[in-house]
C-alpha cells in the first residue's frame, strides 16, 4: 500500500494484512511510548503521523499541521518519516553512528528510514531520536528554516 485513504489510524491498520499490521503496531507503539508531549497522532498524507496540531501552531506554509514522524507500510517496504532526521543533524550522527556500530545496514534517505522487517530497526536509538525533539524545538526548527529562505 503506498497510500490509504483511511480517516483514522485504526482503519489504515485494518486494510493492512495480519502481518504487516503486526509489524506497523509494533513501530506505532515504539513511536507512541517515546513521543514528547504536545504532539498528535492522526492520518495525514495517507499515512500515520505525529503532528503538531493546528490549533498549536497554525501557521504552517501548507496549512497543514506540522509534522514530525511519519509511518507508513509502502508496497516493498515500511518507511518510518524522521523529519529532523536529515543530513548531519544531531539525531542523523545518531542514528548513522550506533546502526554504524551495530554492524546493521541503514536504509535511509533525507529522512525517510526504510524497513523490511522489525530486525532492521534499533529500537533504542530510533526511541531516543523521536524523544529528542518536543514541540517547542520543533516549531524553533521549522521557524528557523523559513527564515533562511
Same mark, same amino acid.
Given at each position: 500500500?503506498?497510500?490509504?485513504?483511511?480517516?483514522?489510524?485504526? /482503519?489504515?491498520?485494518?486494510?493492512? +494484512? /495480519?502481518?504487516? !499490521?503486526?509489524?506497523?503496531?509494533?513501530?506505532?507503539?515504539?513511536? &507512541?511510548?517515546?513521543?514528547?508531549?504536545?504532539?498528535?497522532?492522526?492520518? &495525514?498524507?495517507?499515512?500515520?503521523?505525529? /503532528?503538531? +496540531?493546528?490549533?498549536?501552531?497554525? #501557521? #504552517?506554509?501548507?496549512? $497543514?499541521?506540522?509534522?514530525?514522524?511519519?509511518?507508513?507500510?509502502?508496497? $516493498?517496504?515500511?518507511?518510518?518519516?524522521? #523529519?529532523?532526521?536529515?543530513? &548531519?543533524?544531531? $539525531?542523523?550522527?545518531?542514528?548513522?553512528?550506533?546502526?554504524?556500530?551495530?554492524?546493521?545496514?541503514?536504509?535511509?534517505?533525507?529522512?525517510?528510514? !526504510?524497513?523490511?522487517?522489525?530486525?532492521?530497526?534499533?529500537? $533504542?536509538?530510533?526511541?531516543?531520536?523521536?524523544?529528542? #525533539? +518536543?514541540? /517547542?524545538? !520543533?516549531?524553533?526548527?521549522?521557524?528557523?528554516?523559513?527564515? !533562511?529562505?
Amino acid at each position: 500500500m503506498a497510500s490509504s485513504k483511511a480517516k483514522t489510524v485504526d /482503519e489504515y491498520l485494518a486494510e493492512l +494484512p /495480519e502481518e504487516r !499490521r503486526a509489524v506497523m503496531s509494533a513501530v506505532r507503539d515504539l513511536v &507512541n511510548r517515546h513521543l514528547p508531549a504536545g504532539y498528535v497522532e492522526a492520518m &495525514n498524507w495517507g499515512m500515520v503521523s505525529w /503532528e503538531i +496540531p493546528l490549533s498549536r501552531y497554525p #501557521t #504552517t506554509y501548507n496549512k $497543514q499541521p506540522l509534522s514530525y514522524v511519519a509511518l507508513a507500510a509502502q508496497k $516493498q517496504y515500511y518507511a518510518l518519516y524522521l #523529519t529532523l532526521c536529515h543530513e &548531519n543533524s544531531a $539525531q542523523d550522527v545518531a542514528l548513522r553512528n550506533a546502526y554504524a556500530d551495530a554492524g546493521m545496514k541503514l536504509d535511509m534517505g533525507k529522512s525517510c528510514l !526504510r524497513f523490511k522487517v522489525l530486525d532492521d530497526l534499533l529500537p $533504542q536509538v530510533i526511541g531516543a531520536v523521536i524523544a529528542s #525533539t +518536543p514541540v /517547542e524545538a !520543533r516549531i524553533a526548527h521549522h521557524e528557523a528554516g523559513r527564515a !533562511r529562505k
